[in-house]
């Protein structure tokens, strides 16, 4: 079974300013998505950016960017320019891919990380 | 853009007593996903229909049940409520992997917030 770590409980960053999170992942497979997702206080889930593990080239959403290490299994999210709308839990989130040759299109998530932006 | 609708937004129920959520996923997305996050805690998958067919199941106690109708709808139900059961339940949808080659996004609704008192 695949597992998903995030060793960062909380963040904080502030206004304008840079923040990385982290992720680590454990699977057996080598085809598969991850993701982020980005839980406000309203508890919404929100797809911020995803990667395929086939892709060598890293996602980017605008001020969003991931750093893929696939053989070191380390997914990280990193936001630029910290606006206040960006204070949330945020998930990271793992999803094996159609030719793994199962059914299991489940998302499995990491525990969260609650990030603050100060203004 | 229509968007995944889950009904009611708030339940509140009393231990033993029965809860249906409902689940109705964004037009032509056949493919739908149930996800129980508890206070303080990440989405668990519980179950997932593809063509009203169950796909997949996850930790789904026994007391819970679900379904996904013609119109692929879905209703997860769950009886003798414990205390426990008290969570945000999230459904999504998606259209299936193998008409995207594997990209898709899972979309997910608001939620359905359960308090079993």
């Known amino acids: 079974a695949q597992t998903v770590t995030q060793s960062q409980p909380e963040m904080s960053v502030q206004e304008a300013e840079t923040v990385t999170l982290s992720c680590t992942y454990d699977?057996?497979?080598?085809?598969?998505?991850l993701f982020w997702y980005k839980q406000p206080p309203s508890r919404q889930m929100i797809l911020v950016i995803r990667q395929e593990a086939y892709k060598q080239q890293n996602a980017t959403e605008n001020r969003f960017s991931v750093n893929f290490q696939k053989a070191a299994k380390s997914f990280s999210l990193k936001i630029s320019d910290s606006q206040l709308g960006d204070a949330a839990m945020y998930f990271c989130a793992y999803r094996s891919a159609w030719n793994s040759g199962g059914s299991n299109y489940k998302l499995t998530f990491g525990k969260g990380t609650l990030l603050t932006v100060n203004p | 853009a229509a968007g995944v609708i889950q009904s009611p937004r708030h339940l509140i129920k009393e231990k033993r007593e029965t809860a249906t959520l409902k689940c109705y996923p964004i037009p032509r997305h056949d493919t739908v996903y149930w996800y129980q996050q508890g206070p303080g805690q990440d989405p668990q998958f519980l179950i997932s229909f593809y063509e009203k067919m169950q796909s997949d199941k996850g930790s789904i106690p026994d007391r819970f049940s679900a379904q996904q109708f013609s119109d692929y709808h879905s209703e997860l139900n769950m009886s003798s409520l414990e205390l426990g059961d008290s969570a945000l339940y999230f459904c999504?949808?998606?259209?299936?992997?193998?008409?995207?080659?594997?990209?898709?996004?899972?979309?997910f609704g608001p939620g359905t917030r359960l308090t079993v008192t």
């Open positions: 999504a949808s998606s259209v299936p992997p193998a008409r995207l080659a594997g990209k898709y996004e899972q979309y």
């Open positions: 699977t057996s497979e080598s085809d598969y998505y």
